[in-house]
């Protein structure tokens, strides 16, 4: 009779421990791959949502500029040597290291207008990325043409104007063919052409006065990506919305702090329960033990058959714990997020982590029941019969 077969027929004939260690291990298994599997897909959720606040880095002309405001009055300011960017310039944007962590780069070129005798100012934006740039806006009407602008809810109510009007600027006709709905921002005060029309309006072609970049914040380097932009444009002051990027990015650190500390807390009891379960295993198995050594069996032998034993339950208690895990993180996503569309897809690279986790907490606690039995006298275990 091999090891293998003595230490199966062991697990055989002692079902209600063998099932204890293996209901352990599951359950240590399963809520660690839950844990990993619901950080994971939490961490993609928040992200996605997260994402829709917009732009969180700003791309701006350097000037030399004293600005005369306090609290939130602004008295006007004083500028210096002020120019702006050239359109072609961004595309080195596109460049840098971190480029596959933008999601979208909008430029804008801004100028005052005169529309009915008021001063209103005009942005000219790139409408194709507008919904990753400025998520919340709501048009009541159309995105504009060429021909077209679309104006901001305090705006179009000052000006007298709504969706059909029309408009004359330089002597050219220019339809008003929507309204943003109110966004309690300065966008309600504005009114927003394609570039190319904004542009050619304010005679200036190929410029832009600034530019809005959407990173993409999961695991992204923000500051290292601003430091990147600033290099590939040394003619632009590039800057990080810092609130925004430093709520993202802590949110989701004390997220994954506190799931990792209940996580070893988790793996902790279920080592502990295959250790006390393992060296009572081997307890009453003295007189076995026993017979085992006088009949020619050696220490490691013995070791042997504790650690295969172990490693039989570690192996099952790993493979049932993944699937079990990955079905509870899809119940549980639903309780916490409202979005039910979300997929968790299996994961091969987990799947191993929860082989091996299992099979290390599995060996690592049958180590001191193994050396016990290793240990033991078999004259004392023979004398016991």
């Given amino acids: 009779m091999t090891l293998k077969e003595i230490a199966f027929r062991n697990l055989l004939r002692r079902k209600g421990k063998a099932g204890f260690v293996l209901a352990g291990l599951i359950i240590g298994v399963s809520t660690a791959v839950a844990i990993i599997s619901f950080v994971e897909a939490m961490t993609n959720d928040i992200n996605h949502k997260l994402e829709k606040y917009g732009a969180n880095i700003l791309i701006l002309p350097k000037t030399e500029a004293l600005t005369l405001s306090y609290g939130g009055l602004s008295l006007g300011g004083v500028s210096f040597d002020m120019r702006e960017l050239q359109e072609t310039e961004l595309s080195r944007v596109n460049s840098i290291r971190n480029s596959k962590n933008i999601a979208a780069i909008g430029p804008l070129v801004l100028g005052v207008l005169n529309i009915n005798s008021r001063k209103i100012l005009l942005a000219g934006v790139d409408f194709s990325v507008s919904n990753i740039l400025k998520p919340w806006w709501q048009v009541e009407g159309s995105i504009p043409d060429d021909n077209g602008m679309v104006l901001g809810s305090e705006a179009a109510r000052i000006l007298g ?75 632009a002051k590039v800057m990080a919305i810092q609130q925004v990027v430093k709520g993202r990015m802590e949110a989701l650190a004390q997220f994954k702090k506190f799931s990792i500390g209940i996580l070893m807390v988790v793996l902790l009891v279920g ?115």
């Fill in 161 to 235: 104007l709504m969706p059909g009007k029309k408009v004359t600027l330089n002597g050219r006709n220019y339809n008003i063919s929507g309204v943003l709905r109110p966004t309690g921002s300065q966008d309600d005060q504005l009114a927003f052409a394609r570039i190319k029309t904004a542009q050619a309006i304010l005679q200036k072609e190929g410029r832009v006065s600034m530019a809005e970049v959407a990173a993409l914040c999961k695991d992204c380097p923000i500051e290292e990506m601003v430091k990147q932009i600033s290099e590939a444009l040394p003619g």
């Fill in 271 to 385: 080592g502990l329960v295959v250790l006390v379960t393992m060296s009572s295993s081997v307890r009453e198995r003295t007189e076995e033990i026993g017979i085992l050594r006088a009949i020619g069996f050696r220490k490691r032998h013995v070791i042997k058959i504790v650690f295969l034993e172990a490693g039989i339950l570690s192996s099952l208690a790993g493979i049932t714990g993944y699937f079990l895990g990955w079905g509870v993180t899809h119940v549980a996503f639903r309780f916490f997020s409202e979005n039910e569309s979300v997929h968790i897809p299996f994961n091969p690279e987990l799947a191993g982590i929860a082989f091996l986790i299992a099979n290390f907490i599995g060996i690592a606690s049958s180590a001191y029941p193994a050396s016990m039995a290793a240990r033991l006298d078999p004259n004392d275990a023979l004398r016991a019969l």
